[in-house]
């Protein structure tokens, strides 16, 4: 199993690509939010060429109804990388949502199951008091994941406070202490830019989600703005500027600022992982040695 890492922008699917064309294999998503079908140009989905080029898993396959998380995610690719080595020796995993990857390499303890009570009652909250209410309660409520989580990430920082009020722990301790035990073998490739150039990226990218429709996607999903998977960059945003809070021009300024925040979060997250070999993206010749070097020892 191949993982390919790094944060927003960097070109994680274009190597991805590349490298499942080479080696005749598929690629599974770890990205969050792009698994939802309703969501599409605010998440980056893949175009339908690039979906076309080789086989994707989890891009575009459930709804925002779905209850999806990074414990359920783990069984749910384990069970779809089970398949896929039954018909090739090597399966892609890109995206840029830590937990789930780490959840898929290393396992997670179980967690609590979600209480709807809690979580309408913190999505409630947090419409109605907004972000710095949401960054308040988590820093004083669970700290450790103040530290260490995704404190940009309204859904994430949600989802602590839900997990936090159900079992009295933070959702940080949940990740497991020792790595389960997986029948392959797991190569880690991260990639990175150099900041500014990372920063100038970000910056082309939501200037192209305005003008392939964001604010228009947005709009068609009003109904479902207290939906979990609506809670977060890119969508947050835009449904402030429909509620005239903010200008257009502000929204789309603020969704680059609280990208960068984010890509910087993921970094961070990923340098602590151990054993990534990092490239830059251009670099599929050294990842593809990378890959070899496990098949020839």
Same mark, same amino acid.
């Given at each position: 199993?191949v993982?390919?890492a !790094?944060?927003?922008?960097?070109?994680?699917?274009?190597?991805?690509?590349?490298?499942?064309?080479q080696?005749s294999?598929?690629?599974?998503?770890?990205?969050?939010?792009?698994?939802?079908?309703?969501?599409?140009?605010?998440v980056?989905?893949?175009?339908m060429e690039?979906?076309?080029?080789?086989?994707?898993?989890?891009i575009?396959s459930?709804?925002?109804?779905?209850?999806?998380?990074a414990?359920?995610?783990?069984?749910?690719?384990?069970?779809?990388?089970?398949?896929?080595?039954r018909?090739?020796?090597?399966?892609?995993?890109?995206?840029?949502?830590g937990?789930y990857?780490?959840?898929l390499?290393? !396992?997670?303890?179980?967690?609590?199951?979600?209480?709807?009570?809690?979580?309408?009652?913190?999505?409630?909250?947090?419409q109605?008091?907004?972000?710095?209410w949401?960054?308040?309660?988590?820093?004083?409520?669970?700290?450790?994941?103040?530290?260490?989580?995704e404190?940009?990430n309204p859904?994430?920082?949600?989802?602590?406070l839900?997990?936090?009020?159900?079992?009295?722990?933070?959702v940080?301790?949940?990740?497991?202490s020792v790595?389960?035990?997986?029948?392959?073998?797991?190569?880690?490739?991260?990639?990175e830019?150099?900041?500014?150039e990372?920063?100038?990226?970000?910056?082309?990218?939501?200037?192209?989600?305005?003008?392939?429709?964001?604010v228009?996607?947005?709009?068609s999903?009003?109904?479902?703005?207290?939906?979990?998977?609506?809670?977060?960059?890119?969508?947050?945003?835009?449904?402030?500027y429909?509620?005239?809070?903010?200008?257009?021009?502000e929204?789309?300024?603020?969704i680059?600022?609280h990208?960068?925040?984010?890509?910087?979060?993921q970094?961070t997250w990923?340098?602590k992982?151990?054993d990534?070999?990092?490239?830059?993206?251009?670099?599929v010749g050294?990842?593809?040695?990378?890959?070899?070097k496990?098949f020839?020892?």
């Amino acid at each position: 199993m191949v993982c390919i890492a !790094g944060p927003t922008a960097v070109g994680k699917t274009a190597v991805a690509i590349q490298l499942a064309r080479q080696f005749s294999c598929s690629i599974i998503s770890a990205d969050s939010r792009q698994c939802y079908r309703e969501l599409k140009i605010g998440v980056a989905r893949p175009s339908m060429e690039e979906l076309a080029e080789v086989p994707h898993h989890f891009i575009a396959s459930h709804s925002i109804l779905d209850d999806i998380n990074a414990a359920w995610y783990e069984n749910w690719a384990l069970e779809k990388a089970d398949d896929l080595f039954r018909m090739n020796d090597m399966v892609i995993v890109c995206g840029g949502t830590g937990l789930y990857l780490r959840a898929l390499i290393a !396992g997670l303890d179980e967690m609590p199951a979600t209480d709807p009570v809690i979580r309408l009652r913190i999505q409630n909250d947090y419409q109605e008091k907004g972000m710095p209410w949401l960054m308040s309660e988590v820093q004083l409520k669970d700290p450790l994941f103040a530290a260490q989580g995704e404190m940009q990430n309204p859904q994430r920082m949600m989802r602590a406070l839900e997990v936090m009020e159900q079992s009295g722990r933070s959702v940080i301790s949940y990740r497991s202490s020792v790595a389960k035990p997986r029948d392959f073998d797991i190569i880690k490739i991260g990639l990175e830019l150099p900041r500014e150039e990372l920063r100038e990226r970000i910056a082309a990218r939501v200037r192209k989600m305005f003008n392939d429709g964001l604010v228009e996607e947005v709009k068609s999903l009003v109904t479902f703005r207290n939906m979990n998977a609506l809670q977060t960059v890119g969508y947050s945003e835009i449904f402030e500027y429909l509620d005239g809070k903010i200008t257009l021009e502000e929204a789309e300024q603020q969704i680059i600022h609280h990208t960068r925040q984010y890509a910087k979060r993921q970094m961070t997250w990923f340098r602590k992982e151990e054993d990534v070999k990092w490239f830059a993206p251009g670099d599929v010749g050294g990842m593809k040695e990378e890959i070899l070097k496990v098949f020839t020892t």
